[in-house]
């Protein structure tokens, strides 16, 4: 008489079993890929592979940033390392080039410095020979035009000429804050946070 946990408990199919004693006797002998295991292993990657793709559709990412995003989920640490290994295999995963357009668009768009770049990387994972590739593409001529496009900004909120030397030194503290926030040496900055000022209200004088 059956007990209570075999009541409409599904019986395992005897063929089933066989095959995969069979995968089983045939996987410890070394004896090369198995269909059976093929198929298993492709159905436990599917699942990690889909929201690899999902986070990569979003925007590019680098292999530790994505790993730590699947793990996250709760994936097979195993299962993560071997979809981030095919992902890498097909050029979808490429650190050496997201470093290098992460370097591209942040230094133009977000007036980063180099400096602040190369520690972003280096958070994201990001080896130090693939950093100093992507950070290269940055002279130092970049560098400055960057550094006084965000002093230029800054300064355009001045609306009146400063009221005394106290003034003047606090509004220049704005300017190079804004620079020193992102990264630029810290002589760059004064240099051209007092280059701009004095352009800035140069301008107010001829309104």
């Known amino acids: 008489m059956a007990g ?67 793990l996250r989920a709760e994936f097979e640490p195993q299962l993560v390392e071997d979809v981030l290994d095919q992902l890498q295999g097909s050029g979808l995963l490429n650190d050496a080039a997201f470093a290098h357009e992460w370097v591209r668009q942040r230094a133009k768009r977000r007036g980063k410095s180099s400096r602040f770049l190369d520690r972003e990387l280096q958070q994201k994972g990001v080896a130090q020979a693939d950093r100093a590739e992507a950070l290269a593409q940055l002279s130092e001529a970049d560098e400055e035009a960057t550094a006084r496009a965000v002093a230029e900004k800054k300064a355009r909120q001045v609306r009146h000429r400063p009221d005394g030397r106290a003034e003047y030194d606090k509004v220049l503290r704005r300017i190079v804050g804004a620079m020193a926030r992102r990264g630029f040496p810290e002589g760059m900055a004064l240099r051209l946070g007092r280059e701009v000022l004095e352009q800035r209200l140069a301008e107010l004088d001829g309104e």
């Open 4 to 70: 209570p946990r075999d009541r409409g408990a599904a019986q395992p199919d005897p063929e089933k079993l066989e095959q995969l004693k069979e995968a089983v006797e045939a996987y410890e002998r070394g004896e090369g890929s198995n269909q059976l295991f093929d198929r298993t292993r492709e159905e436990a990657l599917a699942p990690v592979r889909k929201r690899a793709l999902g986070l990569l559709d979003q925007r590019a990412r680098s292999r530790d940033e994505l790993r730590s995003r699947l």
